[in-house]
């Protein structure tokens, strides 16, 4: 099978999770100014998780260009990056009824983390089945931004039950860490076309 129906599912699905998301941003109920201060931590929520969303569809495009043919093990691992990244809405939804409480700060951080180990699973999907010469197992060198991701998300999940604030902080940086693009894969795939 070749990628193209691969990309054009995980498309929908990203598209799908933002309209749901944008769905659940709800208008203040008011016309003061203090009802748009009152709606700020929803709209924050909302921002947050579009923000990773579009973290994970940039790079789920370049991925899907270092695929030369699926298996069914590509398709399964697609499927469990998808899963958890569908959960984002769940998660912001939650955050926003209960004010960034402990539980529901922590779940959204397992639910970051669960989708940053999933893409990692993918992209060991992709080079087992590629092999160890293949562009993506060229490309990746020492994931040090995954790293670092993995262990921020850890820090918020132990971080909320201290202090929620310190807990966002952390899914923020994060955020902030890959708004700036990685272009590991796109380079090793633009000098292959050369």
């Not at 947050?48 to 691992?77: C, D, K, Q, R």
């Not at 209960?98 to 893409?119: D, G, H, K, Q, R």
């Not at 820090?155 to 994060?174: E, K, Q, R, S, W």
Request: charged share 15%.
């Amino acid at each position: 099978m070749r990628r193209t129906r691969l990309e054009a599912f995980s498309d929908g699905v990203f598209a799908i999770l933002i309209t749901i998301m944008v769905l659940e941003l709800k208008v203040p109920h008011g016309a003061a100014f203090a009802d748009l201060v009152e709606a700020l931590p929803r709209f924050y929520t909302y921002v947050l998780s579009f923000i990773f969303v579009g973290i994970y569809w940039n790079n789920h495009h370049h991925l899907a260009h270092t695929i030369e043919h699926t298996t069914g093990g590509i398709l399964w691992a697609n499927l469990f990056l998808l899963f958890w990244i569908s959960l984002f809405p769940f998660g912001c939804a939650w955050l926003d009824e209960t004010s960034f409480a402990p539980w529901p700060t922590a779940t959204y951080a397992f639910i970051l983390f669960m989708a940053a180990l999933s893409y990692n699973v993918l992209q060991k999907a992709i080079i087992h089945a590629h092999g160890p010469r293949s562009v993506l197992a060229r490309a990746i060198g020492l994931p040090w931004k995954e790293l670092i991701s993995l262990a921020l998300y850890v820090g918020a999940m132990g971080f909320a039950f201290v202090t929620p604030y310190i807990a966002h902080a952390f899914l923020v940086a994060v955020a902030v860490i890959w708004l700036v693009p990685d272009r590991r894969i796109e380079r090793v795939v633009v000098a292959e076309e050369e």
